[in-house]
């Protein structure tokens, strides 16, 4: 519609109204009074007919006595309504835009034929979705053209995948696999594109990062949803793909990021650690390709297809540094008492100092490809009845041949390369999702029942292979050769070259405190994976539209979805041998096998499992309207997931989730122009399959001891096919005492049990409270605020009441886990917000979010340390780390503001301009003080309560976008576009080392303050024995504490050149 | 995959009835906890007063090492004899008797001063470290309707060895022993999700030299320390010494180790 006005005003054919086609997906709705000018008493009879470049015919309603009508199963976009009726002037009320999931109200006031006074008809279109109490954002081609969105790099970042504009939401921010939504972790976030979920069955997180190219429209739903919607405990990202229309339409695009000097300056994280040292930057990242969209038979069968490859592609340098120490007038090691040589230590900082060892660096080359595709039929069936099949494949292949992977999951390049610079870039990661899905929408009984149905099958594929063709299992090539960690004292020299090494790492105790080289990977790939994920899904809704005592739409639903998870792993090699500290043994650290019985063990090359889940559920809702000024939105939905290990029996049920959603909404002026609302909904988690995998029933693994040494297992030779042959033979083992109670003198480990569940294990849900207010002060300039409360109920995850000795699955604080602390996490926030869509050549949004998020429960994965394990975090394992574990969580930002603005400018008859910009800043997050625990290692211990260390300072990021189309045909258009993401290349502090102490510690008791804590307050717990071992002290802090871990990405300049036909 | 689809069907039918499915949730199997960090601790009780009287019928309890064993590629034979697992407990008091270790006295030639010095004998041939070690020939896959898995067929575990003496003085070290385990066919594992595989009940007949003696077995899991007469929680079997806080354990005065307060399952009233 407001392309089409632009038309008007400059008599230029605008690209966004051609470069999208139109979507099938039809769930909008318009309603209406008609009634008539003169007495203002209601109009029957009306007929009203809907048209819009995005419906294929026409739809065609009648007002009933009442004066109402609806217009049911629209496809969003920008509509024309006609109101005909004998004795009434016709009227017609073009540019009404509809967006994807919304209800508005269009109410008209119809001029007799004989009526003479002039009256004057207010022909603005409402934009206020009267009929819910959602809240979010609904992002469409008009934003994502003008607005600098889909930031390069990042999880899906070269692909600009739809997920990521879900940042754009107030309440939403980026978290480690996707986007935070009101406080939850992305993985609990519902990704559904079609109508059918796209979650990665295994993890929760998006598998399919669909280009923004393929996508019409976007509805994030951030809270305040339907029982339609279910199986989430975060936010709904809704996305519709295109479809074609009655004429032939199409893009060819190509978008880059230059890296080198295009990117601006990157601060570099400072870490004395390690002598290995990494430094990424881009090279270049991009997607071009090209969509086409046209009818097969006009009004009846239209297709669309699109194809789009994309690329990433960094530089990692890796290089190695000598930490510099006392020496003296010749350049030998001063040795104090002890006879160890002294740091020389940055006076400022504190940190070590250190000197690049000329030779060793060495440049990597990180990236991944991807070939997106997608094709869809739309065929009309009659008016009432449609249906769509569509195809869309996300394939994308990372590393291998000596390319470093970027991981899919995170979009994340390698930090650092602590290793043999040959045992890098041998492995590729495949990621790759196929969704085939076939819809059917269609009206029956005057438009009274409808019903939609979706039928859909979700392929993923998750993999990381040896780049030499062997497979997990296979005992020859890379697959066949075992990963080898060493550990004890030596120096980078003993396993790399350079000129003069030596001499620059003497240190007079041989190199082990200049070039320490501890955890240093040498050998094979290790843990290799072959992964096939599918989801079989299948929904139907009927919706009935019944007049009693006002207007209801019932709606009920029923929704099954079977989810499976086939994975394949081994450690390459059969084993990964790990060192023991002192380098006297090494250890089959990690061997899938089982004993029979004492010493009679059998090692597997490979594991594998099929871990599959049934999802069943249904919902029926009432949205139920009053004098067009009351709506009491009422339901409930009920599911039940049946979780199936990896022997095909049921590891247990997760029944009754019985989630109530009520919401009542006020229209004061009932003319769609201003709502109040409240909303109160219960939420329940489908719980991913990767605790599956992992625990039912567990891993089959074993672990040996073996003799170091020359002609057993030596640490020269270890990396090696011919070291390892001759390390791995009954010969080098080494028996523990006979007076050990084990039974098994050679091995320990081997078991194969599932983990055990409380009987009473309740489903994971969460609850929310919303209250809000929406007024429409000008055309399409909507204000308004709200305010939402999410809390947990139960919380599945997994604890120990011994300590780490027993696991079991089951309810913090409930059952009979019921002395663990219930799991809190409370969100608390305050929105508001100022929107303009785009019209008369500008839009702009405007948002400021309060918040607060407390408790002792991140969500599905672990942010301290980006544990993704759904549901089997370390959170809740240990007693011991109970304590101090409730506080401000890592995702807590008091303040964030969004503000987005975007204008265009007509030069000549062919010519324009748009300019966008766009500014979000937020307050930091909390810092916590953390230590390590024995089992488990760092960042586990809470030393005082968590994120009571202060905070990390505001970030500020401003982004522009400039845009110049060109017309050089009929409807061809040439665009140009620049994004500048970080204008001013803004360095701030996005994180900071939060580890206090790499030592094992308790946490302290007694709420003692950040500003009062000292080494002397904190036990420190003996590794070996797990008793107290008197107190910390000054030598065990990390240097890095509080030190910046990560800046904010530089400033990245993404070019687009885009053909429209 | 059928049985996928007939949950399936059957729970489309239950789904419309929304309230109140109770739904249970599966057995997970016959858990044995076993950790090599962490060991049983079992108490003894004679079964008749003429037991106690003997001298072989003094043992007030011990550690032991109690694991299972489980084949994952039994056959389906086996599986319903309950042959595809099995049940090795290790005594502290025959693996103790593998190996002795002892102190002595010698002029080191170099300095001429005399120095302490330790050595340590094994008392039996590799080939019999095994022996310390009693299997069962069953242990059923899943619990019986009490919860209980019942572990039969422990062949004896027993070794015989020669008194150590010290080399230097001549002392007695170790004396000469013989000591037979026989569990019987009633050793039981408690498994349930609220106390995994951490309890177990059954008798022994001990024989030392020509004695022999019943005794009943209490154990539990994991063997911890406690302080006889504290009231502390963490230094008398509460809460805080790592034991399952359900656990009704006392503090063994003998032992100084906890130990269960009743024959198992030995848990508080809820």
Redesign the interface.
């Known amino acids: 519609m407001q392309v089409r006005r632009m038309l008007r005003a400059t008599g230029v054919v605008v690209v966004a109204g051609l470069s999208y086609g139109t979507a099938a997906y039809a769930d909008s709705v318009i309603v209406g009074q008609v009634v008539s000018a003169e007495n203002k008493k209601p109009v029957a009879d009306v007929v009203v007919t809907a048209t819009s470049p995005n419906l294929q015919g026409e739809q065609v309603v009648v007002t009933d006595a009442q004066g109402q009508y609806r217009i049911p199963q629209l496809p969003p976009g920008m509509y024309t309504l006609r109101f005909d009726k004998e004795s009434f002037k016709p009227f017609s009320r073009p540019e009404i835009q509809l967006r994807l999931d919304r209800t508005i109200r269009v109410n008209v006031e119809m001029l007799p034929e004989a009526f003479q006074t002039t009256i004057d008809v207010v022909a603005r279109p409402p934009t206020i979705d009267v009929g819910s109490t959602s809240t979010g954002v609904n992002v469409d081609q008009d934003f994502i053209k003008r607005i600098a969105v889909n930031r390069p790099g990042g999880k899906g970042g070269a692909a600009r995948s739809f997920d990521s504009l879900a940042e754009l939401a107030p309440g939403a921010q980026n978290d480690a696999y996707g986007v935070s939504i009101n406080g939850t972790t992305s993985p609990e976030n519902g990704y559904v594109v079609d109508g059918l979920s796209t979650n990665d069955p295994a993890f929760g997180i998006n598998a399919s990062p669909l280009s923004v190219e393929f996508v019409q429209d976007v509805n994030i739903i951030t809270g305040g949803y339907m029982p339609e919607y279910g199986r989430s405990t975060g936010g709904v990202l809704n996305a519709v793909t295109k479809s074609g229309s009655n004429e032939f339409h199409g893009t060819v695009f190509g978008n880059i990021t230059p890296g080198g000097v295009f990117e601006g300056r990157r601060a570099q994280v400072l870490n004395e650690s390690s002598v290995v040292g990494g430094l990424n930057s881009l090279t270049a990242l991009g997607d071009f390709g090209a969509t086409l969209g046209g009818p097969i038979l006009k009004d009846k069968l239209w297709f669309f297809a699109g194809v789009a490859p994309s690329f990433s592609r960094y530089n990692h340098q890796r290089s190695i540094s000598r930490i510099l120490i006392q020496r003296d007038a010749n350049g030998a090691p001063m040795l104090n008492e002890d006879g160890e040589p002294t740091v020389l230590r940055d006076a400022a900082t504190g940190q070590a100092q250190t000197e690049l060892i000329p030779g060793s660096q060495r440049d990597y080359l990180a990236e991944a490809r991807s070939l997106q595709y997608m094709g869809k039929l739309t065929y009309l069936i009659n008016q009432d009845h449609n249906v769509s099949v569509s195809v869309t494949g996300t394939p994308s292949v990372s590393g291998g041949n000596g390319a470093l992977s970027i991981d899919p999951q995170t979009g994340g390049v390698p930090l650092r390369l602590v290793g043999d610079p040959n045992s890098f870039g041998i492995t590729q990661e495949l990621a790759g999702t196929t969704a085939v899905g076939l819809k059917y929408a269609g009206a029956f009984n005057e438009k009274k029942l409808l019903v939609d149905a979706n039928v859909g099958w979700f392929h993923q594929t998750a993999s990381t292979l040896p780049d030499d063709g062997t497979r997990p299992g296979d005992a020859t090539g890379l697959a066949g050769l075992s990963l080898v960690q060493f550990r004890a004292p030596r120096s980078i020299a003993y396993f790399e070259n350079y000129a003069n090494i030596n001499e620059l790492c003497d240190d007079g105790v041989g190199g082990t405190v200049s070039c320490s080289a501890i955890n240093y990977f040498r050998g094979g790939p290790g843990f290799i994976n072959d992964g096939l994920l599918d989801r079989m899904q299948a929904n139907a809704k009927g919706t009935y539209l019944l007049d009693l005592f006002g207007s209801h739409v019932l709606k009920t639903g029923?929704d099954?979805e079977?989810l499976s998870y086939y994975q394949k792993k081994a450690f390459s090699g059969g084993v990964t041998h790990r060192e023991t500290l002192s380098g006297a043994a090494w250890q089959d650290f990690r061997r899938y096998g089982?004993?029979?019985?004492?010493?009679?063990a059998?090692p597997l090359l490979f594991q594998e499992a099929r871990s599959?889940s049934?999802t069943?559920?249904?919902f029926l809702q009432d949205s139920w309207t009053i004098a067009s000024r009351f709506t009491v939105n009422a339901g409930?939905r009920?599911d039940?997931q049946?979780l199936?290990g990896g022997d095909?029996?049921?590891?247990?049920?997760l029944?009754?989730q019985?989630s109530p959603r009520v919401g009542l909404i006020v229209d004061p002026m009932a003319n769609g122009r201003m709502k109040v609302y409240a909303n109160f909904a219960r939420y329940y988690e489908q719980v991913p399959l990767n605790l599956l995998d992992r625990a039912f029933p567990g891993e089959?693994r074993f672990q040996a001891n073996r003799a170091s040494g020359v002609g057993r297992c030596d640490p020269a030779t270890m990396h090696t096919r011919e070291g390892q042959d001759q390390c791995e033979t009954d010969a080098t083992l080494v028996a523990s005492?006979?007076?050990?109670?084990?039974?098994?003198?050679l091995y320990?480990g081997?078991?194969?049990?599932?983990?055990?569940?409380?009987?009473?294990?309740q489903p994971q849900s969460s609850d929310e409270y919303l209250l809000g207010a929406e007024y429409e002060l000008l055309a399409n300039v909507r204000l308004g605020g709200n305010y939402v409360r999410r809390n947990m109920g139960s919380v599945i995850e997994d604890m120990s009441?011994?300590?780490g000795?027993?696991y079991?699955l089951?309810n913090p604080g409930q059952g009979?886990a019921k002395?663990f602390p219930r799991p809190t996490r409370n969100y608390d926030a305050v929105v508001l917000f100022l929107n303009r869509t785009f019209s008369d050549g500008w839009l702009a949004q405007a948002n400021y979010t309060w918040s607060r998020l407390f408790g002792n429960y991140p969500g599905l994965f672990r942010p301290e340390n980006a544990q993704l394990d759904p549901n089997i975090l370390s959170d809740f394992d240990l007693v011991s780390l109970l304590k101090n574990r409730e506080g401000l969580l890592p995702y807590d930002r008091t303040h964030a503001i969004k503000l987005f603005g975007a204008k265009e400018f007509a030069f000549s008859k062919d010519l324009t301009a748009s300019i966008g910009l766009s500014y979000r800043g937020n307050s930091g997050t909390p810092i916590s003080y953390i230590g390590a625990h024995p089992l488990y290692g760092p960042s586990e211990a809470f030393i005082i309560q968590r994120g009571s260390g202060g905070r990390t300072p505001w970030v500020n990021n401003i982004d522009s976008n400039v845009g110049v189309n060109y017309r050089v045909g009929k409807s061809n258009v040439v665009s140009l576009t620049v994004d500048v993401f970080n204008i001013f290349n803004f360095q701030g502090v996005t994180a900071v080392d939060q580890n206090y102490t790499f030592a094992s510690v308790l946490p302290v008791e007694g709420g003692v303050k950040a500003g009062d804590l000292t080494p002397g307050m904190i036990d420190k717990i003996d590794d070996d024995t797990g008793e107290v071992a008197g107190k910390l002290s000054e030598a065990d802090l990390n240097p890095n504490f509080k030190k910046p871990t990560q800046y904010q990405a530089p400033r990245q300049i993404r070019l687009g050149l885009r053909y429209t036909f | 995959m059928t049985?996928?689809i007939a949950?399936?069907v059957a729970?489309?039918g239950a789904?419309?009835i929304?309230?109140?499915?109770a739904?249970?949730?599966?057995s997970?199997?016959c858990?044995v906890?076993?950790?090599?960090f962490?060991?049983w601790q079992a108490k003894y009780i004679p079964k008749t007063e003429a037991d106690a009287a003997k001298a072989c019928g003094q043992l007030k309890g011990e550690?032991?090492?109690v694991?299972?064993?489980?084949?994952?590629?039994a056959s389906a034979a086996d599986v319903a004899a309950n042959r595809a697992a099995?049940l090795?407990i290790?005594?502290?008091g025959l693996?103790?008797l593998?190996?002795t270790s002892y102190k002595y006295k010698e002029v080191d030639p170099a300095t001429g001063k005399e120095v302490e010095k330790s050595r340590t004998v094994?008392r039996?041939t590799?080939d019999k470290?095994?022996d310390?070690?009693a299997?069962s020939t069953t242990l059923p896959p899943e619990p019986d309707s009490e919860g209980y898995c019942k572990a039969t067929g422990f062949a004896p575990a027993a070794l015989t060895v020669e008194t150590v003496t010290n080399h230097v003085t001549g002392a007695t070290v170790a004396p000469a022993a013989s000591v037979t385990y026989q569990f019987n066919d009633d050793v039981e594992v408690f498994s349930?999700?609220?106390a995994?595989?951490?309890q177990l009940r059954g008798s022994l007949t001990y024989t030392s030299g020509a004695c022999t003696a019943e005794y009943e077995v209490w154990a539990l899991?994991?063997s911890v320390g406690c302080v006889p007469g504290s009231t502390e929680p963490a230094e008398s079997c509460g809460?805080g010494s790592?034991?399952?806080?359900?656990f009704d354990a006392v503090c063994d005065a003998d032992l100084e180790a906890c130990v269960p307060a009743k024959r198992p399952g030995s848990f508080k009233a809820q």
């Open positions: 029923v099954v079977l089982f004993l029979r019985g004492p010493d009679d059998e599959t049934t069943v559920g249904g409930v009920y039940t049946w199936y095909q029996s049921l590891a247990f049920v029944s009754n019985i089959r005492a006979p007076t050990s109670l084990n039974p098994s003198r320990t081997g078991k194969s049990e599932k983990e055990p569940v409380d009987p009473n294990i009441r011994d300590d000795n027993t079991f089951g009979f002395e | 049985k996928r949950t399936t729970v489309l789904a419309s929304i309230s109140g499915c739904i249970e949730q599966p997970a199997g858990f906890q076993d950790s090599s962490a060991l550690e032991l090492g694991w299972k064993y489980s084949n994952p590629e099995r090795a290790r005594p502290r693996a103790s593998t190996r094994d039996v590799q470290w095994d310390a070690t299997l349930a999700p609220s995994p595989g951490t899991w994991p809460v790592g034991l399952n806080p359900d």
